[in-house]
């Protein structure tokens, strides 16, 4: 399947017009408010001598810290200006980057043939998705990690909703990075709480451990107070 050209665009479109300052994307947080958090969470369950891919990398910002300690370290993006943003700010030259469509299944599969199993880091992706996209985002992850690799996801919680409605109901109007994300047409939190979890039993993929957390925005509301999402995350593996 492929993702429909608004979609495309969307992203691309929101790409281009976000700076590249640090955290200038509402989700651009920095990781020592994320992966960090993460990777004790999957780090009992995976091999960290396989390399780890990062699905909607983005920025890169936490495809640069999971460098760190994998040995080899790939972000990949649907939009080539999120790879390009990712490539201009990987000065250290920590990680790779590169455009990939996670529900493209014969490019996935591409992927996995040359770097084999994989962990894998899936950071608020499904909840963006197209509703008919979302199947083969769970399938991508699935792929890459075939029967060694272990994959981390954390995606938000139906009441996250909320969460952006309060935040959007301010005297002037939703804060500049969450308008920003409007403004593109993109829809945050969409995905139903049960769902995510659904996608990959039905793929046959055990969930080895399940919690909540908070996904951490870099946008405040008009009292000050920092825009986190409540999320739940699944540590995921055959």
Same mark, same amino acid.
């Given at each position: 399947?492929?993702?429909?050209?608004?979609?495309?665009?969307?992203?691309?479109?929101?790409?281009?017009?976000?700076? #590249?300052?640090?955290?200038?994307?509402? =989700?651009?947080?920095?990781p020592e408010l994320a992966a960090a958090r993460h990777l004790p969470l999957l780090a009992p369950f995976a091999d960290a001598t396989l390399p780890v891919v990062d699905l909607g990398c983005g920025t890169g910002t936490q495809?640069?810290?999971?460098?760190?300690?994998?040995?080899?370290? @790939?972000?990949?993006? +649907?939009?080539?200006?999120?790879?390009?943003?990712?490539?201009?700010?990987?000065?250290?030259?920590?990680?790779?980057?590169?455009?990939?469509?996670?529900?493209?299944?014969?490019?996935?599969?591409?992927?996995?043939?040359?770097?084999?199993?994989?962990?894998?880091?899936?950071?608020?992706?499904?909840?963006?998705?197209?509703?008919?996209?979302?199947?083969?985002?769970?399938?991508?992850?699935?792929?890459?990690?075939?029967?060694?690799?272990?994959?981390?996801?954390?995606?938000?919680?139906?009441?996250?909703?909320?969460?952006?409605?309060?935040?959007?109901?301010?005297? #002037?109007?939703?804060?500049?990075?969450?308008?920003?994300?409007?403004?593109?047409? @993109?829809?945050?939190?969409?995905?139903?709480?049960?769902?995510?979890?659904? =996608?990959?039993?039905?793929?046959? +993929?055990?969930?080895?451990?399940?919690?909540?957390?908070?996904?951490v925005m870099t946008e405040h509301r008009a009292d000050g107070v920092r825009i986190d999402l409540p999320a739940q995350w699944l540590v995921l593996g055959r």
């Amino acid at each position: 399947m492929n993702v429909s050209e608004r979609y495309r665009e969307s992203w691309e479109s929101y790409w281009r017009d976000t700076p #590249d300052a640090p955290g200038a994307a509402i =989700f651009d947080c920095a990781p020592e408010l994320a992966a960090a958090r993460h990777l004790p969470l999957l780090a009992p369950f995976a091999d960290a001598t396989l390399p780890v891919v990062d699905l909607g990398c983005g920025t890169g910002t936490q495809t640069r810290y999971l460098a760190r300690h994998f040995p080899r370290a @790939l972000g990949v993006d +649907l939009s080539e200006a999120a790879v390009a943003h990712a490539r201009r700010a990987d000065t250290g030259h920590l990680a790779e980057f590169e455009q990939l469509n996670a529900v493209d299944h014969a490019a996935v599969r591409r992927l996995h043939e040359r770097l084999g199993d994989t962990n894998v880091y899936l950071r608020a992706v499904i909840h963006q998705s197209e509703p008919d996209a979302r199947p083969a985002v769970a399938a991508a992850v699935a792929t890459l990690i075939g029967s060694r690799g272990r994959a981390f996801v954390v995606e938000p919680l139906a009441r996250a909703k909320q969460v952006l409605a309060h935040a959007a109901q301010g005297a #002037d109007g939703p804060p500049p990075k969450l308008a920003s994300v409007f403004a593109h047409g @993109l829809t945050p939190a969409e995905a139903a709480d049960d769902a995510v979890p659904g =996608f990959f039993r039905d793929l046959g +993929l055990p969930v080895l451990a399940s919690g909540e957390t908070d996904l951490v925005m870099t946008e405040h509301r008009a009292d000050g107070v920092r825009i986190d999402l409540p999320a739940q995350w699944l540590v995921l593996g055959r």
